[in-house]
């Protein structure tokens, strides 16, 4: 088993440490919030004062923060981290993040011989705490082979798409997919209610015709066509509209930085940040079926 120090336990990196501890890793934590690091002490994990106290001689430091701005001060510079790790430890950074920030932090651990992945995650909350996300990596390939090793303690697809900054570049095109076709899904269902239809049973039509995707098979968006679904549970997250927002965000600095016009992720863009304007940023994604019934 692994030493692990586990940095920032909100609602995906909370149910990631639980895993890693069930799966028998020593799991240190350090967090800002003292009522998360509590819950994870319950859970058997060990609680550090702080990240630089507990990182050196650790064999993975795992981190889930906000945005790049987060990880680059967590790592870099006279004070960061990787000031304080030797080629022993390997860094696996699960945030979702811009991908130059990625791509830089990534760069400095190799000059420092420490090996580094970013590798944001896919699935959800409900998937953190089932272990079964999907971690799209960047980094060496001889970094990825240690990186599966604790990963699959946390998720059951794990994928190197390249070098690093390369997993931020998958999430962002995954993200931008997801968010294209649940407004769709949104859109369809509510057509299809308009006309007199049982969004039920033209959810199954479809599931097993050529509109079958994933928001329709396991997160539709149409009140209590999917017991579990956030849309029966009044679109409690699930994954929030601030989150998709963020996302389409980085997904257009993609696009951007590859001369790529992504005119559908553009609009998906608009209208989650439409709805964030409007209030529900702390919503599920899915809530975007309210804009179509309005």
Not at 45 to 65: F, H, Q, R, T
Request: overall charge negative; hydrophobic content about 45%; proline content about 4%.
């Amino acid at each position: 088993m692994a030493s692990v120090l586990f940095i920032g336990l909100g609602n995906m990196g909370g149910p990631m440490a639980t895993n890693l501890i069930k799966a028998g890793h020593e799991v240190t934590v350090f967090d800002l919030s003292a009522e998360a690091c509590a819950q994870l002490r319950a859970a058997g994990a060990g609680v550090a004062d702080s990240a630089a106290e507990a990182a050196p001689g650790k064999d993975y430091i795992i981190s889930m923060l906000p945005a790049g701005k987060h990880v680059a001060g967590t790592y870099l510079g006279d004070s960061g981290l990787l000031a304080l790790l030797d080629a022993g430890t390997t860094v696996l950074d699960c945030s979702t993040i811009d991908a130059a920030t990625a791509r830089e932090v990534g760069e400095a651990a190799a000059e420092a011989g420490i090996g580094f992945m970013d590798s944001p995650v896919s699935g959800g909350v409900a998937a953190a705490a089932a272990g079964t996300l999907a971690f799209m990596c960047g980094g060496s390939a001889e970094t990825f082979e240690k990186a599966k090793l604790i990963l699959a303690n946390m998720g059951k697809n794990i994928f190197h798409a390249g070098p690093p900054g390369a997993g931020q570049v998958a999430k962002g095109c995954n993200n931008m997919l997801l968010a294209i076709h649940m407004l769709g899904t949104c859109e369809a269902l509510e057509m299809g209610a308009r006309n007199g239809l049982d969004p039920k049973v033209l959810s199954e039509i479809m599931l097993a015709s050529s509109g079958r995707n994933w928001s329709l098979e396991v997160y539709n968006p149409y009140p209590g066509v999917m017991e579990n679904a956030p849309a029966s549970k009044g679109y409690q997250p699930g994954f929030m509209i601030d989150l998709m927002a963020k996302d389409l965000g980085l997904a257009g600095g993609i696009a951007d930085a590859a001369g790529v016009d992504n005119r559908m992720g553009k609009l998906a863009r608009a209208i989650y940040e439409g709805l964030q304007a409007d209030g529900q940023g702390q919503r599920d994604f899915s809530a975007a079926l309210e804009q179509y019934q309005k």
